[in-house]
C-alpha cells in the first residue's frame, strides 16, 4: 500500500489562502470520508488533528481550515494565513484493503 | 481529559524486541475506541503500527504485521507494542494515540511520543 501523494512544499502570504491536496485511490482516499488532516509544528513534536472526515473540525480548530474532497484527491485549505500556521500538514486516510490507516508523505507550509 | 504517556527504553540493539508501554490516564480503556500506536522516522512521514480495541481486536500495518504484537491491559490502563526483529530503519519517535470513535481513522489525542533508537 502506498502513501498518499502530496506536494512537498507551499507557501503563501499573511492573509492569504492557500489549499494543500492529498491524493490516493479508489481504494482509499476515494472510497471514504474517512480523510484526516495533521499539523505538526515540529518533527518529534505529537501532530494535532485539524480536520477528520473530510471536512469536519474538532473542537477548538480555528475556521480558518477546512476540507474537502473530490474523487481520489482530498484537499485542506486554510484561509486568512497567519505565521503560527507555519507547520508540517499531513493528509490520512482509512484504506479497506488491509484494513489500516496510511498517511501522505507531508507537505511543509512556509508563511512568507 | 484523555492524556496518553509512552515509556519504554530509548535505545534497542539491532535483531532485539522493541516493546513500549502506553498509560491512559482520564479515560478507562474498557470504556471503548480504538488505541493505536504511530512512527516517525526522522525526518518523515508518520506510519500507522496498528490499533486494539479494549477487546482485543487487532489490525495492523501489513508492512509490519509480520513482526509487531499490540496488546492491552485493562487492569493497569494501559496498552503496549512489541516489534521484534528491528533494524536502524526503525528508528523512529513512536507515538502512542486514541481514536476519535468508533468507525473512525481520525487520532485526537496523542502521547508526546519517545525516540526509540536502533544500534548497536
Known amino acids: 500500500q502506498s502513501a498518499l501523494t502530496q506536494p512537498a512544499s507551499v507557501s503563501g502570504s499573511p492573509g492569504q489562502s492557500i489549499t494543500i491536496s492529498c491524493t490516493g485511490t479508489?481504494?482509499?482516499?476515494?472510497?471514504?470520508?474517512?480523510v484526516s488532516w495533521y499539523q505538526q509544528q515540529h518533527p518529534g513534536k505529537a501532530p494535532k488533528l485539524m480536520i477528520?472526515?473530510?471536512?469536519k473540525r474538532p473542537l477548538g480548530v480555528s475556521n480558518r481550515f477546512s476540507g474537502s474532497k473530490s474523487g481520489n484527491t482530498a484537499s485542506l485549505t486554510i484561509s486568512g494565513l497567519q505565521a503560527e500556521d507555519e507547520a508540517n500538514y499531513y493528509c490520512?486516510?482509512?484504506?479497506?484493503?488491509?484494513?489500516?490507516?496510511?498517511f501522505g508523505g507531508g507537505t511543509k507550509l512556509t508563511v512568507l | 481529559q484523555v492524556q496518553l504517556q509512552e515509556s519504554g527504553p530509548g535505545l534497542v540493539k539491532p535483531s532485539e524486541t522493541l516493546s513500549l508501554t502506553c498509560a491512559v490516564s482520564?479515560?478507562?480503556?474498557?470504556?471503548?475506541?480504538?488505541w493505536g500506536w504511530i512512527r516517525q522516522p526522522p525526518g518523515k512521514r508518520l506510519e500507522w503500527i496498528g490499533s486494539?480495541?479494549?477487546?482485543?481486536?487487532?489490525y495492523y500495518n501489513p508492512s509490519l504485521k509480520s513482526r509487531v504484537t499490540i496488546s492491552v491491559d485493562t487492569s493497569k490502563n494501559h496498552f503496549s507494542l512489541k516489534l521484534s526483529s528491528v533494524t536502524a530503519a526503525d528508528t523512529a519517535v513512536y507515538y502512542c494515540?486514541?481514536?476519535?470513535?468508533?468507525?473512525?481513522?481520525?487520532?485526537?489525542?496523542w502521547g508526546q511520543g519517545t525516540l526509540v533508537t536502533v544500534s548497536s
Open positions: 494515540a486514541r481514536n476519535m470513535g468508533a468507525d473512525s481513522s481520525a487520532y485526537p489525542y
Open positions: 482520564g479515560y478507562s480503556i474498557s470504556g471503548g475506541y480504538y
Open positions: 486494539i480495541y479494549h477487546s482485543g481486536i487487532t
Open positions: 479508489s481504494s482509499d482516499v476515494g472510497s471514504y470520508n474517512l
Open positions: 477528520y472526515e473530510v471536512s
Open positions: 490520512s486516510s482509512y484504506a479497506l484493503s488491509s484494513n489500516f490507516v496510511i
